[in-house]
C-alpha cells in the first residue's frame, strides 16, 4: 500500500494500517496457540499443526508438512498445497498472502517476507505484495524471498540466496539477487510419468 505524498509531516491514522486493533488481536490469540499448541507438538504432528492453522484460516492441504519450529505471522494469509512443506525455523512473514503449491519446500531458516516499507515516503508507510511459490519448487537453505515475487513451477533456488525479482519455471537460481543458471533437466511431464 502506497500513500501520496504531503507537504505535512503527520504520522499515519492506525486505521490505516493493516496491523490495526483486530488484527492485532487476532495475531495476539495465535501467538498464545503457537506457544501452547503449536510450537511444543511433536514433529510427525503435522496433521495437528495443520488444524491449527486452518482454524486461523489457513488453507493448508491435510498433505501438507509445517514443522513445530516453523513462524507463521498470520496464518489466515498462508496458502498450501497438497504435500507443501514448511521446513523448522522458516519464517513466513505473511502480511499479505504466501501461496505455497503442490509438492514445494521451503527449507530451513528460509525467510517468506510479504512486506516491506516505502523509503521514499518520510513515514515508511508499510507496503504489501504476495509471495507465490509453484509446484515442485525448492528452495534450499537459509533463502529470503520478498514481496511480490513469483517462483515458477519447478525452480530450484540455491542455499543462501536472496529472491527479490520473478523466476522462471523449470530452472536452477542462485545468488543475491538470485539469478538463473540453467534450466532443470526435469521438467512437469517427468513428475506425471513419475
Known amino acids: 500500500m502506497t500513500h501520496a505524498r504531503t507537504d505535512k509531516l503527520v504520522p499515519r491514522p492506525e486505521s490505516d494500517s493493516p496491523h490495526g486493533a483486530g488484527n492485532r488481536a487476532a495475531r495476539g490469540l495465535w501467538n498464545l496457540t503457537y506457544v501452547i499448541l503449536f ?21 493448508v492441504h491435510h498433505t501438507a508438512r509445517v514443522y513445530p519450529r516453523a513462524r507463521i505471522w498470520a496464518p489466515w494469509n498462508l496458502t498450501m498445497a497438497p504435500h507443501a512443506c514448511i521446513a523448522d525455523d522458516v519464517e513466513v512473514y505473511c502480511v499479505a498472502p ?4 503442490r509438492a514445494s ?6 525467510y517468506l517476507c510479504a512486506a516491506s516499507h516505502d523509503f521514499e515516503q518520510v513515514h515508511h508507510p ?5 509471495i507465490t511459490i509453484g509446484d515442485h519448487c525448492w528452495l534450499a537453505a537459509d533463502v529470503f524471498v520478498g514481496p511480490g515475487v513469483t517462483i515458477a513451477d519447478g525452480t530450484v533456488v540455491g542455499a543462501r540466496s536472496s529472491v527479490f ?3 522462471p519455471g523449470w530452472s536452477l537460481a ?3 539477487p538470485a539469478a538463473v543458471i540453467r534450466a532443470r533437466k526435469l521438467t512437469a511431464a517427468d513428475f506425471q510419468a513419475g
Open 174 to 176: 542462485t545468488g543475491t
Open 98 to 101: 504466501v501461496s505455497i503449491g
Open 126 to 130: 508499510l507496503t504489501c505484495a504476495p
Open 39 to 59: 510450537r511444543p507438538s511433536p514433529r510427525v504432528l503435522h496433521r495437528w499443526r495443520n488444524l491449527l492453522l486452518r482454524a486461523f484460516g489457513a488453507k
Open 165 to 167: 525479482n520473478d523466476l
Open 105 to 110: 519446500t521451503v527449507s530451513q531458516y528460509g
